[in-house]
């Protein structure tokens, strides 16, 4: 049996005299030279430098192992690595200084050095065969998938190590580079579905779909929008928008009723127009808000059911324009989110989509009436805000996210007036102006 010390350089050897207690300090020095430079053998190399002890035992121990002039208390002593293995030879003909600090320790040494180097070489092995994989991408997949720029985006962004900590990462990325390699040319379309043979859930949830994304260099907020920023349809029939107050055209829903649009009825989506000029709806990000709004008009606190309509987080592109939509048929649109990262780009992406929208409660003052004192590193600037420039710096200021939960009171009071408050069309409002904005000063 192989020593896992030593590899079975002992073998033979009588260790016993070396692993005196006195020699600990030596083999303990030598130890650690071992483990920094990677090389559990030092049988030869740069000399090592050791602090001679002041104990006699020890100093005396290590006469015979340590050549050259006596030993003095405190001084430091070069050791000859070649001129060392050579002594510990008249032992066992295998025997080096790293083979005995490692008994002597009780631990396979420069066990880091060596997980860095198989680290390295699986690295390595991706880099390779993503290079490879790449080459045999159709051509318009290969604009997107540029091996250089793909393993450095994926490296930056942690996707190396976990793939790496997958149990078979080459089959993990191999998968991943053949769904890629399934994608559709620009213009047309295929169901996620049908993109792994035999498995149309492989990308429902999990790693894989994820590295998809990130190989194909997606930044979208959901996975929903980033497969379909590459022509990929997901399942139609989960997720949209909840709904109250306003209907598709032509559809009949009882006053009051609350219900879901799925992505499949809002991908060409007409509503119905407000039946007086001037109406609000109100979009907002949590379904707690239009809860609250519902049970109100249900318990008979509101003359006229709420108009709300909730994304359940940030929306998808089709939803964002279906929410564009409303502003085609008439309808005034306010628009709001949580005051957190998530929040914020959810609020960009709709008001990108819905130019003709207003932030709802969404400045820096709105902000300032109901944050705390946070720990949080909130890296934003004028752009994250580009309706409200002072509200990315109030929230770096108080490092703390604020919530749709902590304005319930005012929102509800809003919903129920049918009027954002103060009203984003009345003079020395600042609305957000599509594109372009109109950045408060």
Known sequence: MICPLCTGACAGADLGPLLNPH??????????????????????GPAVTVTIPAAPAQRAAAAGLISGRPL?????????????????????PALTPGTVAAHASGRRLADKARARAAQARSVEQLRAQLEVGAADLPEHVQALVDPETVFARLRSAGWIARILNTPDPSALLGAAMQVAGRLPEPGDRIDRRVLVPRD????????????????????????????????????????GLIITGVTPHGWRVPPGATFTLPP???????????????????????????????????????????????????????????????????????????????GLAHMRAILTAAPAAVPWRMGAADYLAVATEGTLDLHLGVADTPWDTRLAAAMRAHSAHAYEEDLLPILLADITAGTPSPCPTAPGSTPYQGAGFRISP
């Open 23 to 44: 020699l600990t300090w030596l083999w303990n020095a030598l130890a650690a030279v071992a483990d920094r430079r990677g090389d559990p053998t030092l049988a030869e």
């Open 72 to 92: 003095v208390p405190g001084q430091r002593r070069r050791i000859d690595l070649r001129e060392l293995t050579a002594v510990l030879a008249t032992r066992s």
């Open 200 to 239: 149309p859930h492989a990308l429902d949830t999990g790693t894989l779909p994820a590295l998809i994304l990130a190989l194909t260099g997606n930044s979208a907020t959901t996975s929903r929008s980033g497969w379909a920023h590459l022509g990929v349809d997901c399942d139609d029939l989960l997720g």
């Open 264 to 342: 499949r009825e809002l991908a060409e989506i007409v509503w119905e127009q407000p039946s007086a000029a001037g109406a609000w709806v109100f979009v907002t990000e949590n379904p707690s808000v239009l809860a609250a709004a519902s049970a109100q008009a249900l318990a008979g606190d509101a003359a006229t059911t709420p108009r709300v309509v909730c994304t359940a987080g940030t929306p998808s592109q089709v939803e964002c324009a279906a929410i564009g939509a409303l502003s085609d048929a008439g309808w005034h649109v306010a628009v709001r989110a949580d005051f957190d990262p998530a």
